[in-house]
């Protein structure tokens, strides 16, 4: 069973930096993709970005499209969220998942391992 553990969460100004961290472990399958999602109260899961395991391409919502930079540690099986410029409508839970089929990046079913999210709160 994969295990996914966050880290790095926490306040931050708008305007600031934060860099998310994910680390996979137990028996773990080869993910095509490692993915972040975010979740705000009353509101769905959102794919914020994901990056395939063969590649390493990268994908990113439009909301947070050169703010952030996603990227993985194959050997340290790792994967980072370096969030730039944050705004208060990043504030969120943020969930670290994994893929191990196919479909598109950013749909929740999709991921077959999640993590226990951290938040990210940026204020004003």
């Known amino acids: 069973q994969v295990r996914l553990v966050e880290s790095g969460g926490g306040s931050v100004q708008a305007g600031g930096s934060l860099r998310l961290s994910c680390v996979a472990s137990g028996n773990t399958p080869a993910s095509d993709f490692m993915g972040w999602f975010r979740e705000t109260p009353g509101t769905e899961r959102e794919g914020v970005a994901a990056i395939s395991t063969i590649g390493g391409r990268e994908y990113y919502s439009d909301s947070v499209k050169g703010r952030f930079t996603i990227s993985r540690d194959l050997e340290m099986k790792t994967a980072y969220l370096e969030m730039n410029s944050l705004k208060p409508e990043d504030t969120a839970m943020y969930y670290c998942?994994?893929?191990?089929?196919?479909?598109?990046?950013?749909?929740?079913?999709?991921?077959?391992?999640w993590g226990q999210g951290l938040q990210v709160t940026v204020s004003n």
């Open positions: 998942a994994a893929k191990f089929s196919g479909g598109v990046w950013n749909r929740v079913r999709n991921y077959g391992a």
